[in-house]
């Protein structure tokens, strides 16, 4: 009777060299090139068609891929096998560790096979009729791997070297790496190398042995994640503490390159490990001209080209030996003999965080919790607060730079005291969020600058000054000023020795100069002439809990409280869930379209302040003001064709600036995670969709560090520069989404 062998298939690789395609949700194992069945399942059709003998199948695949693995096996009889789980990768030694332990516990001293998932191969007769020829040296206590006879200088693939040939079974000399091109050919003039396959026939009782003398440290882990492990209908479950403990290796390096004795098959099948898109080229259906063409593609005049669209129509015309793959967030073009090397995109790719590596587009795909804290992270920290730390700071004159040309230059602007604040700010926040950069020198600097120049009389600030610092507006504004304090009370909790005492003379400003005498509220500028706006007092209240949160004083929340009372009183509208933007002196709204506008940005920035404040009071109703605004912005203030926040929008919800500014989309993630857990449903999905947006439409077409402020209804650029008081609210909403994803995803 033919003995039996338990096959394993490992379906843990991200496959990374077929980017864009193949992604760490959707790796290339379920893509389907041929048109018959995704790699995986033909994998599996392979296996259960041996010919003669028992042989129950396995897979091993990640834990996220469970539904999709489940999809696949759905049809195919596995005789007795089932899938094993891995709650995290943990490299090929791992795998086929698991591999020997099931195989033990369960068939006892039985032949094992273990076998990529992602590999083209010819037939399952012929590949069936190598593993045989393997057999008996395998049941000999062997290590048996296959072999392929090269027929070209392949740089992709590992090779094998052979001492020599008995009854169809080679004596391995050594395993080798992936060689250059001059290795690679002198191998092909040797005639005694040969592609590693990556599949592995053995005794459990050999591989066990293996491990025992090569990797103790993994055998025993893994043992211990296996004993660990529960079983249900749908497969093996191991627990991630455990598994994560495995040291993560290959095969290769952990037994294969250090056992002894090991045999080779030379493989009777044709066999392709379809690891670039130059593999996919040589296999695929080619027209005349030798071109594969996947989708929506119209190529005209082009040779030995692999071209696939999986989105929008894709164009090409006179192109020879060209790679070219489009998908709906991402387009690689290389000449198809670098096309393998797409890995140092994905590498330079993962490095900054970009998600593109991790996430397939779709549009009714949950990106998981915390997924974009390693581009947050890379973005602020390595691109943003390093430029504007440098090139956005006037050496010269003192201050920063109101703004930057998309090349990175200052431009000659006025300086606002607001930007001066909120760049003072920004490097402060950037401090206490563990930025080692000069966050000191940057903060007394701006603080500096803005007290040797632009103090009033009165023991105000200005509104605007020159380049060299010369006052160019005098006017004591309320917005100005609220922004000033924002600045103080951060820069008071890293250490500013200038902070607390700036911040006393401007409250005394404040009371003295900006208060309306009949208390309420705050006039726009201390001449007291002029409509009333809500924005400086939604900025004051930002401003006063800032410096609750930087003393405890309960001083600063009783200033809260009466901006809070005006919010009750006067600016928010419960008919329409709206907040209203101008005022006359009575707190009328403004006639005409003003007393309509409203703006959803705001709307954003009220819900997270109305929030902070709840908490710090216990005005626990103020939560469901916070929830109406974040309603009301999300349903009228949204342009559908981007997803992002109109300018601005009438209470009865039609637009009235079409314009998205990165600003509003920046307030749209704070608010939301304001909300998040305060009673209301779960929203750390629309906290992942809001950061998307931002990236998609306002980071990632800039230059690094950089940003698009103004877009139009179609999506189109409208920015001539980049502003630097947008620096203030990207940090502000960023560093709290790291805040608030500490712990989650990676």
Same mark, same amino acid.
């Given at each position: 009777?033919?003995?039996?062998?338990?096959?394993?298939?490992?379906?843990?690789?991200?496959?990374?060299?077929?980017?864009?395609?193949?992604?760490?949700?959707?790796?290339?194992?379920?893509?389907?090139?041929?048109?018959?069945?995704?790699?995986?399942?033909?994998?599996?059709?392979?296996?259960?068609?041996?010919?003669?003998?028992?042989?129950?199948?396995?897979?091993?695949?990640?834990?996220?891929?469970?539904?999709?693995?489940?999809?696949?096996?759905?049809?195919?009889?596995?005789?007795?096998?089932?899938?094993?789980?891995?709650?995290?990768?943990?490299?090929?030694?791992?795998?086929?560790?698991?591999?020997?332990?099931?195989?033990?516990?369960?068939?006892?001293?039985?032949?094992?096979?273990?076998?990529?998932?992602?590999?083209?191969?010819?037939?399952?007769?012929?590949?069936?009729?190598?593993?045989?020829?393997?057999?008996?040296?395998?049941?000999?206590?062997?290590?048996?791997?296959?072999?392929?006879?090269?027929?070209?200088?392949?740089?992709?693939?590992?090779?094998?070297?052979?001492?020599?040939?008995?009854?169809?079974?080679?004596?391995?000399?050594?395993?080798?790496?992936?060689?250059?091109?001059?290795?690679?050919?002198?191998?092909?003039?040797?005639?005694?190398?040969?592609?590693?396959?990556?599949?592995?026939?053995?005794?459990?009782?050999?591989?066990?042995?293996?491990?025992?003398?090569?990797?103790?440290?993994?055998?025993?882990?893994?043992?211990?994640?296996?004993?660990?492990?529960?079983?249900?209908?749908?497969?093996?479950?191991?627990?991630?503490?455990?598994?994560?403990?495995?040291?993560?290796?290959?095969?290769?390096?952990?037994?294969?390159?250090?056992?002894?004795?090991?045999?080779?098959?030379?493989?009777?099948?044709?066999?392709?490990?379809?690891?670039?898109?130059?593999?996919?080229?040589?296999?695929?259906?080619?027209?005349?001209?030798?071109?594969?063409?996947?989708?929506?593609?119209?190529?005209?005049?082009?040779?030995?080209?692999?071209?696939?669209?999986?989105?929008?129509?894709?164009?090409?015309?006179?192109?020879?030996?060209?790679?070219?793959?489009?998908?709906?967030?991402?387009?690689?073009?290389?000449?198809?003999?670098?096309?393998?090397?797409?890995?140092?995109?994905?590498?330079?790719?993962?490095?900054?965080?970009?998600?593109?590596?991790?996430?397939?587009?779709?549009?009714?795909?949950?990106?998981?919790?915390?997924?974009?804290?390693?581009?947050?992270?890379?973005? @602020?920290? &390595? $691109? #943003?607060?390093?430029?504007?730390?440098?090139?956005?700071? /006037?050496? +010269?004159?003192? *201050? %920063?730079? !109101?703004?930057?040309?998309?090349?990175?230059?200052?431009?000659?602007?006025?300086?606002?005291?607001?930007?001066?604040?909120?760049?003072?700010?920004?490097?402060?926040?950037?401090?206490?969020?563990?930025?080692?950069?000069?966050?000191?020198?940057?903060?007394?600097?701006?603080?500096?600058?803005?007290?040797?120049?632009?103090?009033?009389?009165?023991?105000?600030?200005?509104?605007?000054?020159?380049?060299?610092?010369?006052?160019?507006?005098?006017?004591?504004?309320?917005?100005?000023?609220?922004?000033?304090?924002?600045?103080?009370?951060?820069?008071?909790?890293?250490?500013?020795?200038?902070?607390?005492? @700036?911040? &006393? $003379? #401007?409250?005394?400003?404040?009371?003295?100069?900006?208060? /309306?005498? +009949?208390?309420? *509220? %705050?006039? !726009?500028?201390?001449?007291?002439?002029?409509?009333?706006?809500?924005?400086?007092?939604?900025?004051?209240?930002?401003?006063?809990?800032?410096?609750?949160?930087?003393?405890?004083?309960?001083?600063?929340?009783?200033?809260?409280?009466?901006?809070?009372?005006?919010?009750?009183?006067?600016?928010?509208?419960?008919?329409?869930?709206?907040?209203?933007?101008?005022?006359?002196?009575?707190?009328?709204?403004?006639?005409?379209?003003?007393?309509?506008?409203?703006?959803?940005?705001?709307?954003?920035?009220?819900?997270?302040?109305?929030?902070?404040?709840?908490?710090?009071?216990?005005?626990?109703?103020?939560?469901?003001?916070?929830?109406?605004?974040?309603?009301?912005?999300?349903?009228?203030?949204?342009? +559908?064709?981007? *997803?992002?926040?109109?300018?601005?929008?009438?209470?009865?919800?039609?637009?009235?600036?079409?314009?998205?500014?990165?600003?509003?989309?920046?307030?749209?993630?704070?608010?939301?995670?304001?909300?998040?857990?305060?009673?209301?449903?779960?929203?750390?999905?629309?906290?992942?969709?809001?950061?998307?947006?931002?990236?998609?439409?306002?980071?990632?077409?800039?230059?690094?560090?950089?940003?698009?402020?103004?877009?139009?209804?179609?999506?189109?650029?409208?920015?001539?520069?980049?502003?630097?008081?947008?620096?203030?609210?990207?940090?502000?909403?960023?560093?709290?989404?790291?805040?608030?994803?500490?712990?989650?995803?990676?």
């Amino acid at each position: 009777m033919t003995e039996r062998i338990v096959s394993f298939v490992m379906s843990g690789g991200v496959g990374s060299r077929l980017w864009p395609l193949s992604r760490e949700d959707n790796p290339k194992q379920f893509h389907d090139f041929s048109g018959d069945g995704s790699m995986l399942v033909k994998t599996l059709r392979r296996l259960t068609a041996r010919p003669d003998g028992e042989t129950p199948v396995f897979l091993i695949a990640s834990e996220r891929h469970a539904d999709r693995v489940h999809a696949d096996l759905a049809g195919i009889d596995l005789s007795g096998g089932g899938p094993l789980f891995e709650p995290t990768g943990r490299n090929t030694a791992a795998a086929v560790a698991l591999a020997t332990l099931r195989t033990l516990s369960e068939f006892g001293d039985s032949l094992v096979l273990v076998v990529p998932s992602d590999h083209e191969i010819a037939t399952a007769r012929q590949f069936w009729q190598s593993v045989e020829n393997g057999a008996a040296a395998a049941r000999a206590g062997r290590l048996v791997v296959f072999g392929i006879k090269p027929g070209h200088p392949e740089t992709g693939y590992g090779y094998i070297e052979i001492a020599g040939e008995k009854d169809g079974i080679c004596d391995v000399s050594r395993f080798v790496e992936k060689p250059d091109l001059a290795t690679a050919q002198n191998y092909l003039a040797a005639g005694n190398f040969y592609w590693n396959t990556g599949i592995f026939l053995f005794r459990a009782s050999a591989m066990r042995d293996a491990f025992t003398a090569f990797a103790p440290e993994i055998w025993k882990a893994t043992e211990i994640a296996y004993q660990a492990a529960t079983s249900d209908l749908s497969g093996l479950y191991m627990p991630l503490e455990l598994y994560a403990a495995i040291p993560s290796t290959s095969i290769d390096y952990a037994i294969m390159e250090r056992a002894s004795h090991i045999a080779m098959v030379p493989a009777g099948f044709r066999w392709n490990d379809l690891g670039s898109w130059q593999s996919l080229l040589d296999v695929g259906p080619s027209d005349n001209d030798g071109n594969v063409i996947v989708g929506d593609v119209v190529a005209i005049d082009c040779e030995n080209s692999y071209i696939r669209s999986d989105s929008r129509l894709l164009s090409a015309i006179g192109l020879k030996d060209v790679a070219i793959v489009s998908t709906a967030d991402a387009t690689f073009v290389a000449p198809v003999s670098r096309s393998q090397n797409v890995k140092k995109i994905v590498e330079q790719l993962e490095k900054s965080g970009r998600l593109e590596t991790r996430f397939t587009p779709a549009g009714d795909r949950v990106i998981e919790s915390g997924a974009w804290r390693r581009r947050v992270h890379h973005w @602020l920290f &390595e $691109e #943003t607060v390093p430029l504007w730390s440098t090139v956005g700071v /006037d050496e +010269r004159h003192g *201050g %920063f730079h !109101e703004a930057l040309g998309f090349d990175a230059t200052p431009l000659k602007k006025p300086k606002r005291m607001r930007t001066m604040a909120r760049q003072v700010y920004a490097f402060a926040v950037a401090k206490a969020r563990g930025w080692d950069g000069p966050a000191d020198r940057l903060v007394g600097h701006g603080l500096e600058f803005m007290a040797r120049n632009g103090r009033t009389d009165n023991g105000g600030w200005v509104r605007t000054l020159n380049v060299d610092g010369t006052v160019a507006d005098a006017a004591e504004d309320a917005y100005d000023h609220s922004c000033v304090l924002l600045a103080l009370a951060h820069a008071h909790m890293v250490g500013s020795p200038d902070a607390l005492r @700036l911040a &006393e $003379e #401007t409250f005394a400003f404040l009371d003295a100069h900006l208060e /309306d005498h +009949r208390m309420t *509220g %705050f006039l !726009e500028t201390s001449s007291g002439v002029g409509e009333r706006r809500s924005n400086p007092h939604m900025h004051l209240l930002e401003a006063f809990l800032a410096w609750h949160q930087a003393t405890g004083e309960l001083a600063y929340l009783r200033r809260a409280a009466r901006i809070v009372d005006l919010f009750r009183s006067h600016f928010f509208d419960p008919e329409s869930w709206t907040l209203g933007e101008y005022f006359d002196a009575e707190w009328r709204p403004a006639e005409g379209e003003k007393g309509a506008w409203t703006e959803p940005g705001h709307h954003f920035e009220w819900a997270s302040l109305l929030v902070d404040f709840a908490g710090r009071s216990g005005q626990s109703d103020l939560t469901g003001f916070a929830r109406k605004l974040y309603a009301s912005a999300i349903a009228n203030g949204l342009n +559908r064709a981007t *997803g992002l926040a109109y300018g601005a929008v009438s209470r009865q919800g039609l637009p009235l600036d079409l314009v998205s500014r990165s600003w509003p989309q920046a307030e749209a993630i704070k608010a939301a995670i304001a909300l998040d857990g305060s009673g209301g449903p779960d929203l750390k999905p629309e906290i992942e969709a809001r950061v998307g947006r931002l990236f998609r439409w306002h980071i990632n077409p800039a230059p690094l560090g950089l940003w698009i402020d103004r877009i139009d209804e179609r999506g189109r650029s409208l920015a001539t520069d980049v502003p630097a008081s947008i620096f203030y609210h990207l940090v502000c909403a960023l560093t709290q989404y790291l805040d608030s994803t500490v712990g989650e995803s990676r």
